[in-house]
């Protein structure tokens, strides 16, 4: 079910360090929260299948300092003519063109029939860490690393923002029809965080944000900070839909069965103490008050972070473009 919620502030509270060790370190295996593999590679997808619903076409970008080169797959319904779709850009798009398969294909087609924009890296991993680490964090996060090094990473979700307006989305509409009015933006964990970061600086860009399990403790929980806090307080009623979504296990503190062994663990578990894990509820409670905002909170029972990557963009095509709801059973199978 999807609920509304009446908005309340709170003050943002981090959690005790040892508390949360303790508890990742009693927690017994769970299936809704298991550790995500670095180096998985993508796999056959969508993009290179024979499909009679949707033909993929494919360009890349590269960043000014040629550190990073973007891939963006563009998905258009066969059947689409000249008529305005509505499109769909998703971040992390190796990821989501895992969760993709073309029985869903065909129904998007059937029904609303937008235009699906996969925005990922130019290579075969299912996440690129470190570049979407750059691109999706507005900002500056300062913490030590895994070997207990400290490193400055993050801030170039502004940048980021630039690439799409200026960039991706000409190109794409250089190659399929877009209704404007109908623009939406997905993007899980750090892409969670760089959807409400988007809300918060560019409000007009999309007409619907979609952010699920957003990285609140990025940076010792700037997120929740003056960003926010600006949005909620000079925001003068541009209208937008947005969804916070989250996994039940994630809002209860449930890590799921981690490897207290694995220094890239630990240092992870020791940075997300910079939020509480219901902290993305709670935010959508402050959103609901904003004039213009239709906002929307989902949660998903037992599931974990890594799950709720399918979870969340399956719910997403099913709330916006009317195909059958299959987040649950996707995130069943997916890591």
Request: aromatic share 8%; charged share 20%; net charge neutral.
């Amino acid at each position: 079910m999807t609920l509304s919620f009446a908005a309340r502030r709170r003050s943002p509270a981090l959690l005790p360090l040892a508390g949360l060790m303790l508890s990742l370190a009693c927690a017994m295996p769970s299936a809704s929260a298991q550790q995500r593999n670095p180096q998985q590679r993508v796999g056959e997808t969508v993009f290179v299948q024979k499909a009679e619903s949707y033909r993929f076409e494919r360009f890349t970008l590269d960043s000014p300092d040629g550190q990073r080169r973007w891939q963006v797959n563009v998905g258009i319904p066969v059947r689409s003519g000249k008529v305005p779709a509505p499109v769909l850009y998703m971040l992390d798009g190796n990821a989501a063109a895992m969760v993709m398969d073309q029985p869903l294909l065909a129904e998007l087609a059937a029904k609303a029939a937008p235009v699906l924009v996969f925005i990922g890296y130019d290579n075969d991993l299912r996440i690129d860490s470190p570049a979407r680490t750059t691109d999706y964090t507005a900002w500056i996060d300062r913490a030590d690393d895994e070997g207990g090094k400290p490193t400055v990473v993050g801030g170039g979700a502004f940048a980021f923002q630039d690439l799409i307006e200026r960039r991706i989305k000409p190109e794409v509409e250089k190659r399929a029809s877009i209704d404007r009015q109908q623009q939406a933006l997905w993007g899980h964990s750090l892409g969670g965080l760089f959807v409400l970061s988007s809300l918060y600086t560019r409000p007009a860009a999309f007409q619907y944000y979609l952010s699920a399990s957003p990285s609140l403790w990025w940076n010792q929980g700037a997120p929740l900070g003056d960003m926010e806090q600006q949005f909620l307080e000079n925001q003068h009623g541009q209208p937008a839909k947005v969804w916070v979504m989250l996994g039940g296990a994630e809002r209860n503190g449930d890590r799921g069965n981690r490897d207290m062994g694995n220094p890239r663990v630990v240092a992870h578990l020791r940075r997300i103490g910079g939020a509480t894990p219901d902290a993305a509820m709670q935010l959508s409670q402050r959103l609901a008050r904003v004039p213009g905002l239709d906002v929307h909170y989902r949660e998903f029972d037992g599931l974990g972070h890594g799950p709720m990557l399918s979870a969340s963009l399956q719910a997403t095509l099913s709330v916006l473009y009317g195909v059958g709801d299959r987040s649950l059973t996707a995130a069943a199978a997916q890591p």
